[in-house]
C-alpha cells in the first residue's frame, strides 16, 4: 500500500478515535513502541523484557519506561506487526498508544479493532529501522487523552 494512504488511514483513525471519546484507568492504557526507537549501538537485549534496559537515558527506551512509571501504563516494545497485534488483543488492555512508522501503524490499527488506537508517527532521521525519534511530548498528550 504506498505511504500517502498510510498516512491518511493513520490520520483518518486518530480522528475516529477521539470522537469514540474513549476513557480508561491508566492500567488499561497499553504505549507500544516499535523496537528500533532503541540506540542502535545498546548492546541490551530487550527481547526478554525491558526490565534489561539500564535506563541509562541514552535512547527512548527509557523516556518510554519513565512514562509509564509516572502513570502507571503498561508498555510494550515491538519486533513486528505480529507480536504488536497481540499484545493489544490482550484483554487487559483498553486503549493504546502506538508509536511506530506508517505501514506499521496502519495494520496495527486494523489488528487490534475494535480497540481504541492513538497513532504517534516515528521520525527516520538515520533511514528505515534504525535509531528512529519521536517527540514524546505527543505521546504523553494521547496518554493523557484517554485518561481524561
Ligand atoms: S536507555 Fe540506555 S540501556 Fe536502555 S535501551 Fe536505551 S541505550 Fe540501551
Not at 525491558?50 to 537515558?57: E, I, K, Q, V
Not at 505501514?103 to 497513532?119: Q, T, Y
Amino acid at each position: 500500500m504506498p505511504a500517502v494512504v498510510d498516512k491518511a488511514l493513520v490520520a483518518l483513525n486518530n480522528l475516529s478515535v477521539r470522537l469514540r471519546r474513549t476513557r480508561c484507568r491508566p492500567d488499561q492504557v497499553l504505549v507500544l513502541f516499535a523496537a528500533c526507537l532503541q540506540r542502535s549501538e545498546c548492546d541490551r537485549r530487550l527481547d526478554g523484557g525491558l526490565s534489561n534496559c539500564a535506563r541509562c537515558g541514552k535512547c527512548f527506551v527509557s523516556q518510554f519506561l519513565d512514562l509509564a512509571d509516572r502513570y502507571g501504563l503498561q508498555v510494550f516494545r515491538a519486533t513486528g506487526g505480529r507480536d504488536a497485534a497481540a499484545r493489544g488483543r490482550d484483554p487487559n488492555v483498553k486503549a493504546i498508544v502506538a508509536v511506530a512508522c506508517e505501514k506499521e501503524l496502519r495494520a496495527g490499527v486494523f489488528a487490534c479493532l475494535p480497540k481504541a488506537m492513538l497513532a504517534r508517527t516515528i521520525a527516520r532521521p538515520c533511514g528505515p529501522c534504525k535509531d528512529t525519534t519521536v517527540e514524546m511530548d505527543e505521546v504523553e498528550a494521547a496518554v493523557r487523552w484517554f485518561l481524561r
